[in-house]
């Protein structure tokens, strides 16, 4: 998988009829809002501003999808990535995207027969930077000896 968005016109359409007629919904990414996430199945995706050093340049209402994930319970998986042991990479997000109130748990339902696939079309279009590369973790840093 590459980071960043995807460039193909033919991604985008498969990903628009996939997701075509479905509602997306946006909770803060905070405890008290868990009541707002269903216990459905469904996709979702972590979402924030551009860091605050670097806002000035960015458009005002940017958002960047950071993290795209599935789960047969949404509300169990947002408490899961809120709890005191989330993913190293939901981990990482919070510390580079400042603390969770800057960041956003977007989410759809889906039936459990169609989460694997809308995960994997939102993973190639919007190459979000905290998913795994082929189960190895991309990290940008001073080059390491081999």
Not at 34 to 63: M, N
Request: glycine fraction near 10%; charge should be positive.
């Amino acid at each position: 998988m590459e980071h960043g968005w995807r460039l193909t016109r033919e991604s985008w359409n498969a990903l628009g009829q996939r997701l075509e007629g479905r509602r997306w919904r946006k909770a803060l990414f905070r405890q008290r809002y868990r009541d707002t996430i269903p216990q459905s199945s469904g996709v979702y995706a972590i979402c924030a501003p551009p860091p605050v050093h670097v806002r000035e340049f960015v458009p005002k209402g940017l958002y960047e999808v950071l993290y795209v994930g599935l789960s047969t319970n949404l509300q169990n998986r947002f408490l899961q990535h809120l709890g005191r042991h989330p993913k190293e990479e939901i981990a990482q997000l919070s510390e580079c995207y400042g603390p969770s109130e800057h960041l956003n748990f977007w989410f759809v339902a889906a039936e459990e027969t169609e989460i694997k696939g809308l995960e994997a079309a939102l993973i190639e279009c919007f190459g979000p930077p905290g998913n795994l590369i082929g189960g190895i973790k991309a990290t940008v840093g001073p080059p390491r000896p081999a």
